[in-house]
């Protein structure tokens, strides 16, 4: 895996820019922490987000999957700028979402896009804490027929999601850490 490493430091002086924010603050799992990465002013931004779709198609290069997706909201912008990185790159990548709970109308789908069934895709995400939210996706994909190959998030907080995600036997992979964000 060979990651664009200038492309990498320009991420991590976005993100860094961007979506760091000091502060006391509940996070998704209901723990407390001193800072918070609003990672959708980085996954939104114009600049961030196609060097995000390009580094995560680096960084997983040796995955086979057909297509990338998470839980709704976080991963919906990073799969879609990994789809775009992948059409650039005149490769076939689809994405799909995957709600925190099925519609109740309409199709009445959890996982929304391609067919997830039978095919091998990637669990992604924006940041990932404890890996729960990741882990739900993981859930609905495997009990819909999909085969996960493994996890790619934009930002690690270093928090426990890499032992949780490996623990339910998946590879785990990241762009940056707290160190890349002069957070450590
Ligand atoms: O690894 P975890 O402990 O699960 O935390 C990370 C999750 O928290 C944030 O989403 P949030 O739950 O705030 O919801 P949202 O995507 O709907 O904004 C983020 O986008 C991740 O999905
Ligand atoms: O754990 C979370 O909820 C979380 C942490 C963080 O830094 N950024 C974010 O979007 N969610």
Redesign the pocket.
């Known amino acids: 895996m060979v990651l664009d490493a200038a492309a990498k430091a320009e991420l991590a002086r976005l993100v860094s820019e961007l979506a760091v924010v000091h502060g006391k603050v509940t ?3 209901g ?1 407390e922490a001193d800072y918070y990465i609003d ?2 002013r980085a996954t939104l931004h114009h600049a961030a987000s196609p060097l995000i779709g390009r580094l995560l198609r680096q960084l997983t290069a040796d995955w086979d999957y057909v297509a990338a997706g ?6 919906d912008p990073v799969a879609c700028a990994m789809m775009h990185a992948a059409a650039g790159a005149g490769e076939v990548l689809d994405a799909f979402v995957v709600r ?1 709970s099925a519609k109740q109308h309409g199709m009445q789908r959890q996982i929304e896009g391609i067919e997830v069934a039978g095919q091998r895709v990637l669990a992604v ?12 996706a993981v859930e609905a994909l495997r009990a819909h027929g999909a085969t996960v190959v493994g996890v790619a998030t934009v930002v690690d ?1 270093g ?1 426990g ?1 890499r032992e949780v995600i490996e623990e339910a036997g998946l590879p785990y992979r990241y762009l940056l850490d707290l160190a890349d964000l002069g957070l450590a």
């Open positions: 996070l998704s799992s723990a990672l959708r998470g839980l709704t909201l976080g991963a925190k995400e924006d940041t990932s804490t404890t890996g729960g939210s990741v882990l739900t907080r928090t999601a």
